[in-house]
C-alpha cells in the first residue's frame, strides 16, 4: 500500500536548491565585475592596469616655468632643443631659430601702374621723377681726398664717404673692395683714384688682352663679362674658360663675401644685370652701387609696351629701395643723345648716373 509523502520533499526540493546556487553563482560574478570593472560606466581604470609607453618630459631650465607636457614615443624620436624648451621638433624640418635659405625668386614685383590709363606718360613721369631726386644726404662725396670737405663734384662716378656708413673706414683701414663691370670702357680714372685711395678694385672687361692682369698693387683686370645668367652647360663645356659670368658665380669662384663699391657701365645690359642681383640675393652683399642707365632703348631682352618697360625699370629700382638702398646722387648727362625710348620726349637724357648707399651696410 502507498504512503503519502511529505510536503517540501520530492520534485519540489530540487529546484529550490538549484535557485540557490544560481542565486549564490550571480551574486559572485557581480562581485568580480565590480572588483574588475570591466565595461561597467563610471568606473575609472585602476592604477594597476599597464598604460601607453610613455616618455616623461625633460626638465625645463632654471628659473623657466615649468610645462606639463608628455612625449609619446614614435618611430623615430626627436631630439629636444639646446635651450630647454620642451616642444618637440618635426625630424623633417629645419631646427627653429636657425636662419633658413630662401627659395629662389623668378621674377620681380612690378609696381602698380603709375595711373588708370596706364600710359607712357604717367610711366615716364614717375620714373623720371623718382631717378632725379635724392632719397638721402651725403655730406662727403669724391674719391680724390678722403679729408676734405668739399662741396659735391659734378663728376658721374661719386661714393659716399660719410662715416656713418662705413666706406671712408674701410679704405683709411686698406680693407675696401670695388668691382667695376665695364664693356670696353678705357676709362680708369675712378678705378685708379680708388685704388691709390687704399681699395682692391678688380675691373671686369671682356676686351682685356689677358685672363688676369695686375696694373698696379691694388688694380686688377679681369677678361671676363658679367652677365645676369652663366653659359649653358654644353656651351660651358666646350669653352671651359668661357669669360661670361654672373656676379654671383664670380664672387664665389674668386671667394669674395663682400663688395663695397659696385661700378656698372653696361651699355643697356645693366637692366637684366640689376635684376639678376636682386633675384639672387646679390644685393646683400654690396655697400655702395653706381650704376650708368641707358634709356634710349628698353635694353637686352627687356619686351613689352614702351609703358610696360618704363614700368619694369621702376619696378627694378623700387626693389633697391626695398632692400634698404637709398639714391644720394643722380647725373644727368647732357652730352648724350636726349632721348626716351627712342623718342625726343620728357626733356629727358639717355643717360643717367645713379648712386645708391646700402643704409645696412656694416
Known amino acids: 500500500m502507498a504512503t503519502a509523502r511529505s510536503p517540501g520533499r520530492g520534485c519540489g526540493v530540487l529546484p529550490r536548491w538549484l535557485l540557490g546556487a544560481a542565486l549564490l553563482l550571480g551574486l559572485r560574478l557581480c562581485m568580480e565585475l565590480h572588483r574588475a570593472g570591466s565595461g561597467l560606466p563610471g568606473l575609472r581604470v585602476p592604477p594597476e592596469l599597464p598604460r601607453p609607453h610613455l616618455l616623461p618630459a625633460p626638465d625645463p631650465p632654471r628659473g623657466a616655468r615649468r610645462r606639463q607636457v608628455t612625449y609619446v614615443r614614435s618611430g623615430r624620436r626627436a631630439l629636444p632643443r639646446s635651450g630647454g624648451s620642451t616642444t618637440p621638433e618635426l625630424s623633417c624640418c629645419a631646427p627653429r631659430g636657425l636662419s633658413r635659405r630662401k627659395g629662389p625668386r623668378w621674377h620681380i614685383e612690378l609696381q602698380p601702374w603709375a595711373g588708370p590709363a596706364q600710359s607712357l606718360d604717367e610711366e615716364a613721369s614717375r620714373f623720371l621723377s623718382y631717378i632725379s631726386t635724392t632719397q638721402i644726404a651725403c655730406d662727403h662725396m669724391g674719391t680724390d681726398s678722403l679729408a676734405t670737405d668739399s662741396s659735391p663734384a659734378t663728376k658721374p662716378w661719386l661714393v659716399c664717404l660719410d662715416d656713418r656708413f662705413g666706406l671712408a673706414h674701410q679704405i683709411r683701414s686698406k680693407r675696401c673692395r670695388l668691382y667695376s663691370l665695364g664693356l670696353g670702357n678705357d ?3 675712378f678705378e685708379v683714384s680708388m685704388a691709390n685711395d687704399g681699395c682692391e678694385v678688380h675691373r671686369f672687361d671682356p676686351s682685356v688682352k689677358s685672363a688676369h692682369i695686375l696694373e698696379s698693387q691694388r688694380l686688377w683686370h679681369h677678361r671676363l ?3 645676369w645668367r652663366d653659359p649653358h652647360p654644353a656651351v660651358a663645356a666646350q669653352k671651359p674658360r668661357s ?4 656676379l654671383g658665380s664670380i664672387l664665389n669662384e674668386f671667394g ?7 661700378k656698372a657701365d653696361l651699355e643697356s645690359a645693366e637692366w637684366k644685370v640689376l635684376e639678376n642681383l636682386i633675384l639672387e640675393d646679390v644685393l646683400e ?13 628698353p635694353g637686352f631682352e627687356v619686351s613689352g609696351s614702351e609703358s610696360s618697360v618704363v614700368r619694369f625699370w ?13 639714391l644720394f646722387h643722380t647725373y644727368k648727362d647732357l652730352s648724350k643723345p636726349q632721348l626716351f625710348l ?9 643717360c643717367y648716373t645713379l648712386s ?3 643704409t645696412r651696410w656694416k
Open 243 to 246: 669669360n661670361t659670368r654672373k
Open 314 to 326: 621702376y619696378s627694378l629700382l623700387k626693389e633697391l629701395e626695398q632692400k634698404d638702398f637709398r
Open 356 to 358: 645708391w648707399v646700402n
Open 285 to 297: 652683399q654690396i655697400g655702395q652701387l653706381i650704376f650708368e642707365i641707358h634709356l634710349h632703348w
Open 225 to 227: 663679362s658679367i652677365d
Open 256 to 262: 669674395h663675401h663682400k663688395i663695397d663699391v659696385l
Open 187 to 189: 676709362d680708369t680714372d
Open 342 to 350: 627712342k623718342k625726343d620726349i620728357f626733356n629727358a637724357s639717355s
